[in-house]
């Protein structure tokens, strides 16, 4: 079975600009969480959907946000970017409330 | 909202000696508690898992503790290798009140170094 997949693995982007990631959980799953990983903050926690709607929403502006297609694939689009959104963003998918996450390779985003 | 502490930030150990780590969490109705390893430039793997009516949990070299009136749990590695050296990342999920979901709140990680 294939793992979470993330596309794409690396991207440059400037000040101001958007940017839209995309995230292919593991088959059957239709659970699928983001995160901000920085070696600062560590992992923290972005928003999580569940069958197209938004669950849970952590502490971040509200230029960052998602969305899920009916076939459990979701994007996490960040508008107006900043120096500071530097990071590794991970997705991780899970099949039920009592199971595990399972993350996938994450997309290094870079800002110049 | 939750939460987790961990320590220590770094850890060096010499192969075959122990390594633990350990976390702490405020929120009394976590009931799950995650470890994931991360190597250099790969994605975070779980490891190890413990559910809050357990108290402790084997997995061949790797153990962890769940001590749920002092709000901690801790990870042990026995006869530590080289390739044990990673990134550890312990987790507690939170229930969402009123949506029906669960959030799952991260420590900073643990940077092992195993030293041959």
């Known amino acids: 079975k294939a793992g979470v997949t993330q596309t794409p693995r690396y991207l440059i982007k400037t000040r101001g600009q958007q940017v839209t990631l995309s995230c292919s959980p593991i088959?059957?799953?239709?659970?699928v969480s983001w995160y901000q990983q920085t070696p600062g903050q560590g992992l923290q926690f972005l928003f999580e959907y569940f069958s197209e709607t938004q669950r849970n929403k952590g502490n971040f502006p509200g230029r960052f946000s998602g969305r899920q297609f009916s076939n459990s694939r979701s994007e996490m689009n960040v508008s107006t970017l900043e120096l500071g959104d530097s990071a590794l963003y991970l997705c991780?998918?899970?099949?039920?409330?009592?199971?595990?996450?399972?993350f996938g390779d994450g997309t290094r985003l870079s800002i110049l | 909202g939750e939460n987790v502490e961990q320590h220590p930030s770094t850890l060096s150990v010499q192969e075959g000696d122990s390594a633990v780590i350990k976390c702490t969490y405020s929120?009394?109705?976590?009931?799950?508690f995650p470890w994931y390893k991360q190597e250099l430039g790969k994605r975070p793997q779980l490891i190890i898992d413990?559910?809050?009516?357990?108290g402790e949990k084997k997995d061949q070299r790797i153990a962890v503790t769940l001590n749920k009136t002092a709000k901690h749990f801790s990870l042990h590695i026995t006869e530590t290798q080289p390739e044990d050296s990673a990134v550890y990342f312990c987790?507690?999920?939170?229930?969402?009140?009123?949506?029906?979901?669960?959030?799952?709140?991260f420590g900073k990680g643990t940077k092992l170094s195993v030293i041959p």
């Open positions: 413990i559910r809050s009516n357990v």
């Open positions: 929120d009394s109705a976590s009931n799950y």
């Open positions: 987790a507690a999920r939170t229930p969402n009140s009123g949506a029906g979901s669960y959030q799952l709140t």
């Open positions: 991780a998918s899970r099949v039920g409330e009592d199971q595990p996450q399972h």
């Open positions: 088959s059957g799953h239709r659970s």
